[in-house]
């Protein structure tokens, strides 16, 4: 059995807060294509994108209502420059994965949601966090080098959370100043502390309000499921039912982001390209570092002048998605990699019910059951008791009850 992977593996990230840079945007803004689409989204999201992007200061785009919107605009709309029919896309992307609010634009490079329901919802995401935040005066810490172990003692004794768990050598703690302080005064050992510009504790209990208001405007959300492998922040699983992409992304805003799990999952699936959407330069750095060694190719686009360069990278990484040849609501796909075990009752069935179990894949980390989110008659199994798996593969095809 294949490992369900060989070649090249192209993976699009996006950037979260903090990668805002001031007059970012400016080089961008000189195509007149992307001014007018910037200038929609603007619309939509009844804030001047163009301006914070070109005018503000450093200060006033750190404001999460104003940052995590025009984060979001420019992965959007820098996408459509780069991908013109996204059809191609989604045949040459082995996975998408968003770093904090970047989940929100990795759900619409992947299909889940529009950009106009992206942008609604990072509007009233912003503007929640950034209400919660002045609940509490509280911030964030990133603690770089020290040994793992005795990095997260440090924080659980100063009661801080591990807000962003960014691979080997940059965690990043969240919790109240006098408990950021705290930390300053009895640092890990051989570890260096640099204060983020953030507004508040993100990735933490303290932005529970803002999840429940997140939560109820998710419930009037259409979604459709990726057309692309979609990696989670919470656990670097890879989800293929779009309503469960949208919880986890409302959920994330009060759970820490496990960006070295979301790492795994592209080691697992075999990539070979990461190209950063911009502002680009933090992940495609973490990359590096993460990937040293290995034969992992990073791109951080950051001005239109790379695009020739990075469709080029594209071309050279994209491969056919296994996801691409057959219509997304028919399948059911592996969240990680490890072993698929076939559950019983699901092999001798012809027809499943929504949300049935169809079996689990055994991990080194877990054991992960599988559902069938939609239901639906079996046509084919793809794989067989005992077979090797890797995230994002084809597991199940189901035709839809109802169906034609």
């Known amino acids: 059995m294949s490992d369900g992977h060989s070649g090249s593996v192209l993976v699009i990230v996006a950037p979260g807060q903090g990668a805002q840079t001031p007059g970012f ?125 005795d990095v997260l003692a440090t924080l659980e004794r100063h009661g801080l959370t591990p807000a962003n768990d960014n691979g080997p050598g940059q965690i990043v703690a969240a919790g109240t100043t006098e408990q950021l302080a705290a930390l300053q005064t009895e640092p890990p050992a051989r570890a260096r502390l640099a204060p983020l510009s953030v507004a508040g504790a993100f990735h933490t209990a303290h932005m529970e309000p803002a999840v429940d208001r997140m939560r109820t405007l998710a419930r009037s959300v259409s979604t459709h499921d990726p057309r692309t492998p979609v990696i989670s922040n919470r656990d670097g699983k890879v989800v293929h039912d779009g309503r469960e992409v949208l919880q986890r992304i409302v959920g994330q805003i009060a759970h820490p982001v496990r960006w070295d799990l979301c790492l795994e999952t592209m080691a697992d699936l075999g990539v070979t390209g990461i190209l950063e959407m911009p502002p680009a330069g933090v992940l495609t750095g973490i990359a590096k570092r993460y990937f040293r060694g290995r034969d992992v190719e990073t791109f951080a686009l950051s001005t239109p002048d790379q695009l020739d360069d990075a469709r080029a990278f594209c071309e050279r990484h994209g491969e056919d998605s296994s996801m691409a040849t057959s219509p997304t609501w028919r399948l059911v796909v592996a969240p990680v990699k490890g072993t698929f075990h076939v559950d019983e009752a699901a092999a001798a069935a012809d027809v499943l019910p929504e949300g049935s179990t169809i079996g689990k894949v055994v991990s080194l980390r877990d054991h992960t059951h599988i559902t069938a989110p939609h239901g639906g008659t079996i046509v084919e199994w793809l794989v067989h008791d005992g077979d090797l798996v890797a995230p994002g593969q084809p597991l199940l095809r189901l035709h839809p009850q109802g169906a034609a």
């Open 25 to 149: 945007l400016a080089p961008w803004l000189e195509e007149p294509t992307f001014a007018d689409r910037i200038e929609w989204l603007s619309t939509v999201a009844g804030i001047d994108l163009a301006h914070h992007g070109t005018e503000s200061d450093a200060d006033t785009i750190r404001d999460t209502s104003i940052a995590q919107p025009l984060l979001v605009a420019s992965g959007l709309v820098t996408a459509l420059a780069l991908f013109p029919h996204p059809a191609d896309a989604f045949a040459r992307i082995g996975g998408v994965a968003g770093h904090s609010v970047g989940e929100l634009t990795a759900a619409v490079g992947a299909r889940v949601l529009t950009a106009e329901q992206a942008m609604v919802l990072v509007r009233e995401r912003g503007a929640a966090m950034a209400d919660a935040a002045r609940a509490t005066a509280t911030g964030m810490t990133a603690v770089l080098g020290g040994e793992r172990e």
